[in-house]
């Protein structure tokens, strides 16, 4: 599987020096960035091809990994999709936009590609997909960061966000990803509370669902990546288990 990447930060980085540590038949070989020395440091890492011209990588790759930033998915998904090229998307907060993620999910399905959302920085995701249509009745997020990772300059425990995931991700595009995930997964607009923490070095989230099934609660205290404390290392891990899920026979979990 020839895979092209598209934002080669923190979480391309992780992805790519695990890929290529090991036997397997996924070749990243083209690297796309706005600052081009990241896409060449990473290219050479990796034995692959830093584009300047992203459309250069579009007719040989099977599948494009976005690892960029939300507005990175309006851009070039609909390119990519419309190509019929399976794509991965990390920044998922942009698919809150949900006149996009329809148009998205026509033009992979007229032209025979997937779109495939890790589940990224939580756990859980298997089981809220698995109760979502049948009386799921409550599910919210509560996620707590250091300030640093929140970008705030403050010594006490502060509420910075109550309200739906749609209004978070607009506030915080960067730092809530997983409110996104959760909401695709479980197709509805989800609870998100999202405190800064100066008490903590984690990216905390806490997840409950309530239903006709019982309920669960999942707590997941992510280390943040050195490279980027935004972003959980889980989330790249997560990235890294799906492109190697798919040369797999049996499933698990998913
Ligand atoms: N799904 C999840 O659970 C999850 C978790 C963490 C981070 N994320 C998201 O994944 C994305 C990458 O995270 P990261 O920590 O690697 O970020 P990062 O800031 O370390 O790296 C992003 C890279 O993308 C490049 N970039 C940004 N916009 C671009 C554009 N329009 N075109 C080309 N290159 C562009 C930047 O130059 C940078 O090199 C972010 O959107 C982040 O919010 C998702």
């Given at each position: 599987?020839?895979v092209?990447i598209?934002g080669c930060?923190a979480?391309?980085?992780?992805?790519t020096?695990s890929?290529v540590?090991e036997?397997?038949?996924?070749?990243?070989?083209?690297?796309?960035?706005?600052?081009?020395?990241r896409?060449?440091n990473?290219?050479?890492?990796?034995?692959?091809?830093?584009?300047?011209?992203?459309?250069?990588?579009?007719?040989d790759?099977?599948l494009?990994?976005e690892?960029a930033a939300p507005?990175?998915?309006?851009e070039?998904a609909?390119?990519?999709l419309?190509?019929?090229?399976d794509?991965?998307v990390?920044?998922?907060g942009?698919?809150?936009?949900?006149?996009?993620?329809h148009?998205?999910?026509?033009?992979?399905?007229?032209n025979?590609?997937k779109?495939?959302?890790?589940?990224g920085a939580i756990v859980g995701?298997?089981?809220i997909?698995?109760?979502?249509?049948?009386?799921?009745k409550?599910?919210?997020?509560?996620?707590?960061k250091?300030p640093?990772s929140?970008?705030k300059?403050?010594?006490t425990e502060?509420?910075?966000?109550?309200g739906?995931a749609?209004?978070?991700?607009?506030e915080?595009?960067?730092?809530?990803?997983?409110?996104?995930?959760?909401s695709i997964?479980?197709?509805r607009d989800?609870?998100?509370k999202i405190?800064?923490?100066?008490k903590v070095?984690?990216?905390?989230h806490?997840?409950?669902a309530?239903?006709?099934?019982g309920?669960?609660?999942t707590t997941t205290?992510?280390?943040?990546?050195a490279?980027?404390?935004?972003t959980?290392m889980l989330?790249a891990l997560?990235a890294?288990?799906?492109?190697?899920?798919?040369?797999e026979?049996?499933?698990?979990?998913?």
């Amino acid at each position: 599987m020839k895979v092209g990447i598209i934002g080669c930060g923190a979480i391309a980085n992780i992805i790519t020096t695990s890929i290529v540590q090991e036997e397997n038949n996924i070749d990243i070989a083209y690297f796309f960035d706005k600052d081009i020395e990241r896409a060449e440091n990473l290219a050479s890492l990796a034995g692959g091809v830093a584009v300047l011209d992203f459309d250069d990588m579009l007719n040989d790759v099977d599948l494009i990994l976005e690892c960029a930033a939300p507005v990175s998915v309006k851009e070039y998904a609909p390119k990519v999709l419309g190509h019929g090229i399976d794509m991965i998307v990390m920044s998922i907060g942009a698919l809150m936009d949900f006149d996009f993620y329809h148009e998205l999910e026509s033009l992979a399905k007229d032209n025979g590609a997937k779109i495939h959302l890790p589940s990224g920085a939580i756990v859980g995701l298997d089981g809220i997909k698995a109760v979502a249509k049948f009386g799921l009745k409550e599910v919210s997020l509560v996620t707590r960061k250091s300030p640093k990772s929140l970008g705030k300059n403050i010594d006490t425990e502060e509420v910075l966000f109550e309200g739906k995931a749609s209004d978070a991700v607009k506030e915080f595009p960067l730092n809530i990803n997983v409110a996104a995930t959760i909401s695709i997964a479980c197709q509805r607009d989800i609870d998100v509370k999202i405190i800064v923490d100066p008490k903590v070095d984690r990216n905390v989230h806490e997840i409950t669902a309530k239903g006709d099934f019982g309920e669960f609660k999942t707590t997941t205290m992510n280390y943040p990546c050195a490279a980027n404390p935004k972003t959980s290392m889980l989330a790249a891990l997560s990235a890294i288990r799906l492109l190697k899920s798919f040369n797999e026979t049996i499933c698990v979990g998913m």
